[in-house]
């Protein structure tokens, strides 16, 4: 006979967000619907320039170009104004609907769900957090109120997602973890859940 007693231990749900959860890379998107495609596509211009003459391609260095040449110097309440604006009219219209009802499944069920991204957690918090979840993604430098156009944190991407997430809650406390991706960036993620989802390769029994 069962142990009534006996407590068992939680789920875990990993989901990456830009192009698992959604249909597109919403660092992009947001920077478009925020921006307007004329200066972003300038800012790209001026980050790969900047990229080849420090020899630095990395995500994590042309990200930061970005961020600097779109945000720098501009007051955190404007930011957050214009990612909450986003969140409200963009993010609904490009979420994939097989993954948000996965993810909603989960989050029924009581598991414990975190969105892992390497995209900023403003555009992507205000809806994650109607379904209190909470995100976990890369952050920016702030001074004085404003944005430095500088990364608080490394790229939240490969091997840093599972920095992060072992930084926020101990992996040997769940019963099973479920790890959701879509890309190189997200392996690393995969590679510490026991049911793996790869390009929704596949859709787990939950």
């Known amino acids: 006979m069962p142990d009534a007693t006996k407590k068992t231990k939680p789920v875990l749900a990993l989901f990456d967000f830009d192009g698992t959860l959604t249909t597109r890379d919403s660092f992009v998107d947001f920077h478009i619907f925020s921006q307007g495609p004329t200066k972003f596509l300038s800012a790209c211009a001026v980050a ?6 420090s020899l630095n391609g990395s995500r994590g260095f042309l990200k930061e170009a970005l961020v600097r040449r779109l945000w720098g110097g501009t007051p955190l309440e404007d930011y957050e104004a214009a990612a909450r604006r986003y969140a409200e009219l963009r993010v609904g219209e490009i979420l994939l609907p097989l993954a948000l009802r996965v993810f909603l499944r989960h989050v029924e069920l009581g598991h414990i769900v975190y969105i892992v991204t390497a995209s ?7 809806w994650a ?5 909470p995100v ?3 952050e920016l430098e702030t001074l004085d109120g404003k944005l430095t156009g500088r990364l608080a944190t490394p790229n939240c991407r490969g091997a840093e997602k599972v920095v992060r997430i072992t930084g926020v809650t101990d992996l040997k406390r769940y019963e099973k973890i479920y790890a959701y991706g879509n890309s190189r960036g997200d392996r690393e993620m995969l590679d510490i859940a026991d049911e793996k989802i790869y390009r929704w390769d596949h859709v787990p029994e939950i």
């Open 129 to 133: 957090s109607i379904h209190g979840v």
């Open 48 to 53: 790969a320039i900047q990229g080849c003459r």
């Open 120 to 126: 900023m957690k403003e555009w992507i918090e205000p």
């Open 136 to 138: 976990i993604g890369t």
